[in-house]
């Protein structure tokens, strides 16, 4: 069965940080291609972070350029997003997911999502 399990989120002041993990189960953590997305009320679901198999392979959304750090950790099957410097707008429900594709096909899994609310 696969799983996708985020924790972390909470309530934090603007400025400071969190640490968001995705425990992964039930697929091979190492062939997939791994993002955080965020769903602020009213808006739409937005790629905030993605790393590919490779740790190399690294993308951020422009608004969290510099503040925000995907990482993988292949041996834990567990993704994380360190997240600095928040700001009010980083408000949102923070989603997880884990992507392969083949010639033919694309598998694709969602986390329940853990939320994150930045303010004073």
């Known amino acids: 069965q696969v799983q996708l399990v985020e924790s972390g989120g909470g309530l934090v002041q603007p400025g400071g940080s969190l640490r968001l993990s995705c425990a992964a189960s039930?697929?091979?953590?190492?062939?997939?291609?791994m993002r955080w997305y965020r769903q602020a009320p009213g808006k739409e679901r937005e790629l905030v972070a993605g790393?590919?198999?490779?740790?190399?392979?690294?993308t951020y959304a422009d608004s969290v350029k510099g503040r925000f750090t995907i990482s993988r950790d292949n041996a834990k099957s567990m993704v994380y997003l360190q997240m600095n410097s928040l700001k009010p707008e980083d408000t949102a429900v923070y989603y997880c997911s884990a992507i392969a594709r083949g010639s033919d096909w694309v598998n694709e899994y969602w986390g329940q999502g853990t939320q994150v609310a930045v303010s004073s």
């Open positions: 039930g697929f091979t953590f190492s062939r997939y291609a």
């Open positions: 790393m590919g198999t490779s740790v190399s392979t690294t």
